[in-house]
Structures are given as C-alpha cells and as structure tokens.
C-alpha cells in the first residue's frame, strides 16, 4: 500500500477564486484553529519550532496535550523566552530552549516557524504531519498580518525537519543537550533536500547552513513567463538582479513589499522603482502593500515567490519563513520549501492577485509590458466556432517593424487564455520572418480536455513584441 501523503495550503486574508484552476485556496482561514486540530489529533509527538509564540488558545492546546501524554519539545527566539505564554509551557513542565542555549550566543534570530507531528513514534508513518510557513504563533500573526501556512503530510519531510529540529535540540530524546545543540553557523547541512510528495517535487533548504538563496535563485532562472512575489523584507542584491535580468529579458515582473520595507533605503524596491543599487529601466510594476484589519496593526508578512504561476511551464512555488535578507541568508535559522505544481502554485496566486489589486496592481494574466503587433496580422475564422478555427499569424515587413526599423526574429508562441488568465493551449510557431503561420484549434487545453465554451484570448509572444485578440468558443 503506498505511502499517504498530502499538502494543505492556508492563507489568513482574503482571495480571488475565480482564478482556481481547478481547487479554490482556502482564504480568511482560522491558523490558530488549524493548528489547535493538528495539536489535537496528535498520538505521540509534537516538535514545536517557533520565532514567537504568544497566542494563548494555541498554548492552552499544547500544555492538553502535554498533559494528555504527548511528547512535547519547544524552540524559540531568546528575545520572547520571556513571553508569559512561553512560560506557562516552561511552568507545566515541557522542556524548552531557545538559542542561546548551550554554546549558542543568539546573536542571530531563530526565526523559524515550523511545527512536526507524530513522526517520533514507531508505528506508522501515515500519521507524520509538518507544519510551517510565514505564520508566528501571535494574536496580530492570527488576526491581522497577511500569512500563509503549508502543511504537509509525508514522512520523508518530516524526518528532514525533525533532523533540523534535533540540530539545534541536540538530541533525539525529549531532554536537550547543552553540548551538542547547534544554531545559526553552527549548524551544517545535514538533511536531505529533495522529496516527491504525490508526484509532486519538494526542495527544503534550513538557513544558514543550506545556502537557500541560491537555490532561490535557482527559481529565478526557470522561468519563462512571469515572476510575482509577496514579500516582507527584500534586501539580497543577487535575488534582485536575477530578477532584473529575466525583466531585460521579457518576462513579467509583479510584486508587493511590507511597507515597513517598501520605504527602506536598503529595499529592493528602490531598484525596481528605478532607483536604488542597481536601477531597473523600465521599472518593474511593484506596489506598497495596503492589508487591512479591523482588528488592529496589521503587515504583510509573507515569503513567497510564483515562477510562471499563470502558465504551464512548470509553476513553481518558493514560500517558507526565510526573508531575502543576508540576515536571512547568512545568520538567521530559516527554513524554505521549493515546490513544482501548477496546482499549488494557483492557490498562491489566487492570493497574490488579491493582494496586488488591493495595493494598486492591476492583473490580467497576460503580459503587459511589451509592445503590441498589430492587430491586422491576426485573423481568426470561422469566429465563432463550435469544433475548429483557424488561427493565422501574417507578417510582412511594411506592417511589423520595431523602433529600430527591423524584422523580429527568433521562434514564438501562439498561446490562449481564458478570460481570468489561465493559459488553456500552447502553439510553438516557427520564426516571423515567415509570411504566413497558421495553427488549428480544437478547443482543447494542452492535456487534450475538451473545454467549456466561452470567450478566450489569443496571444502572439515574440521577444518583447505581443499581440491580443478576442475569439469565442461555442459548444
């Protein structure tokens, strides 16, 4: 019988599901209520791994399971050991350290935000749950900050975040060891990186030991269509400028910042905006965030990062609790998931297109910021259609010069979306300097599925040049 395993994606403030595609994201969800369910159906172990821990009820859960028999060890971030809610922990008797135990000096921050369940037992593996992402156990990380939280249920990632745990722990029993606890540069990279959770690709990378940024950076160069993120702090120069160069490149680039950062003078924003190190030309659509709550002080808090998230080029997700810092890089205990599904990576961007428009972006799912073939060099017919069209792409060199008075040249793509921006079929059209291109269309997406009738958007991607055109299909 094969393994179980499963990934749940959580996000605490609002989004726009009429991008799922298929399942719609779980927004204005409950984290602590999550988590108190996950503590709750807990058999044998919890590893509770978190930068700052305050929210009572979530407290209250771990001490019932602590009393109900539960294996329970806790990290934290020296600066809240203080935290009256930590201290109820440490009064019931639950062993807790933060990092400055043993040889350990905390002049750097534990800033994880991780939780592993039940993978300390010995009689199932079905049962090994981890929790993690941009979420600190605190009323305003509960009720107002912008987070998200991935949960995953497979052994593997369990036994590598456990391994990490029991680093900086430095044992595998419930007493810690003053001797061989391990955090910040003191630690090395001793766990495995890459698993397979239901088909699905998973790298985890733990800071500062794993080198995570460049394995973001990685990401980076992947992409083929569009780069968006939705950051808290962005200070690292390399991530910026492998970002600037796919900008140079053609490819779409959206992002928000915390406006904590958004006004730093070290801000990676100041680049995109045209300023700063190294000055994007044109510069890159990125917005302030405006995340609201009634609730009381509120910021964008996550780390994540959507390569290629409305295209079927192997979307990709980046998320975890690691800024692109050098704090975070070099010094902070971090730890960062890289994960390959269109199916994931669409429930971020259900998120990331909500937060976006609410701080002024505007999305379409196509490209924006390219110039324009005209619109005469695309004939659709019959239009509409109900069983195959013909899509022609003509292009002579009286109607198709750029501002340099030259012919494109180079392979395109002929690709359609629906009208909320999911890519439905791609074309690979032979080089422009061919007169005539045609392509027949069936109706069907790239997986051979029949789709519902509706109106659909054509788009011709050469270089930095585009073109758009409206067709309807009947049924």
């Not at 801000?267 to 030309?281: A, C």
């Not at 110039?371 to 069209?389: D, L, W, Y």
Request: proline share 4%; with cysteine; charged share 20%.
């Amino acid at each position: 019988m094969p393994l179980r395993a499963e990934i749940n994606i959580y996000f605490s403030h609002s989004v726009d599901t009429t991008l799922a595609n298929p399942y719609k994201a779980k927004g204005y969800s409950a984290f602590d209520e999550k988590l108190i369910k996950r503590i709750m159906v807990a058999q044998y172990s919890i590893d509770f791994c978190f930068y700052n821990i305050k929210r009572q009820n979530i407290v209250d859960s771990l001490l019932a399971a602590f009393n109900r028999g539960i294996d329970v060890r806790v990290i934290t971030e020296n600066e809240h050991i203080a935290n009256p809610a930590v201290q109820d922990i440490i009064n019931a008797g639950i062993p807790v350290i933060d990092d400055t135990f043993g040889n350990n000096q905390g002049e750097s921050f534990m800033h994880n935000k991780f939780a592993i369940f039940d993978f300390r037992d010995s009689t199932s593996v079905s049962d090994d749950w981890v929790w993690t992402g941009s979420y600190n156990i605190t009323d305003e990380g509960t009720e107002s900050n912008a987070n998200n939280v991935i949960e995953i249920q497979h052994n593997g990632i369990a036994r590598a975040y456990t391994m990490e745990f029991e680093e900086m722990w430095g044992s595998k029993t419930d007493t810690p060891d003053s001797l061989n606890s391990k955090f910040s540069y003191l630690k090395t990279d001793n766990t495995e990186h890459n698993f397979l959770v239901d088909s699905i690709p998973v790298q985890i990378y733990f800071s500062p030991s794993d080198h995570s940024t460049s394995q973001i950076c990685n990401a980076i160069a992947t992409a083929d269509s569009t780069i968006y993120f939705s950051i808290f702090a962005f200070t690292r120069q390399d991530v910026c400028d492998d970002m600037k160069v796919k900008w140079a490149s053609g490819i779409s680039v959206k992002g928000i910042f915390d406006n904590g950062d958004w006004y730093s003078p070290i801000s990676k924003s100041q680049d995109m905006r045209g300023g700063g190190t190294n000055p994007w030309s044109p510069p890159a659509p990125v917005f302030c965030d405006s995340v609201n709550s009634s609730w009381g002080p509120r910021m964008l808090h996550h780390k994540y990062m959507l390569i290629d998230a409305d295209c079927n080029s192997e979307p990709v997700v980046v998320t975890g609790s690691q800024n692109w810092s050098n704090n975070g890089e070099l010094h902070n205990d971090e730890n960062t998931l890289i994960i390959q599904s269109q199916n994931i990576t669409n429930q971020y961007l259900q998120e990331f297109v909500e937060r976006y428009r609410e701080a002024g972006g505007e999305y379409t799912g196509i490209t924006e910021e390219r110039q324009f073939i005209p619109a005469e060099m695309i004939k659709v017919f019959p239009n509409p259609f109900s069983q195959k069209t013909v899509i022609q792409l003509t292009v002579n060199s009286s109607q198709f010069i750029d501002k340099n008075r030259q012919l494109p040249t180079g392979n395109c793509q002929l690709q359609i979306y629906d009208v909320s921006g999911r890519l439905i079929r791609t074309f690979n059209l032979c080089n422009l300097d061919k007169s005539v291109e045609s392509v027949y269309w069936d109706g069907r997406n790239d997986y051979g599925e029949k789709i519902h009738s509706g109106i659909y958007v054509i788009k011709i991607n050469e270089g930095e040049y585009e073109e758009t055109e409206q067709l309807l299909l009947l049924k």
